[in-house]
């Protein structure tokens, strides 16, 4: 079983940037999708981006598309989320998810916490 571990939250100003890491603790992490979600207060969680394997694909959610990038280090077994002009609605507990090989997230970190102030 994967143990997965984000880091690289923290709070920063509107238009900032941060990036998101996620690191896994065995090597078959990549060889499936990774992707991040999130939950912010009173809110459901919600996609964020993912990618895939193999082949690297990336998908993104409508409201983060053209600012977060996702991105994967195969021999660190990290994946990452690159994330820049960011707004108040984008704070929220941020969670990285991997695939379990038949279309569903199985694995979840413990999330980190981004919040944007304006």
């Known amino acids: 079983q994967v143990q997965l571990a984000e880091s690289g939250g923290g709070l920063v100003q509107a238009g900032g940037s941060l990036r998101l890491s996620c690191a896994a603790s065995?090597?078959?992490?990549?060889?499936?999708?990774v992707g991040w979600f999130r939950q912010a207060p009173g809110k459901e969680r919600e996609f964020v981006a993912a990618?895939?394997?193999?082949?690297?694909?990336?998908y993104y959610a409508d409201s983060v598309k053209g600012r977060f990038t996702i991105s994967r280090d195969n021999a660190k077994n990290t994946v990452y989320l690159q994330m820049n002009y960011l707004q108040p609605e984008d704070t929220a507990k941020y969670y990285c998810?991997?695939?379990?090989?038949?279309?569903?997230?199985?694995?979840w970190g413990q999330g980190t916490q981004v919040t944007v102030s304006s």
């Open positions: 065995r090597r078959t992490f990549s060889r499936y999708r």
């Open positions: 990618i895939s394997w193999p082949g690297g694909a990336t």
């Open positions: 998810a991997q695939d379990n090989g038949l279309g569903q997230y199985d694995y």
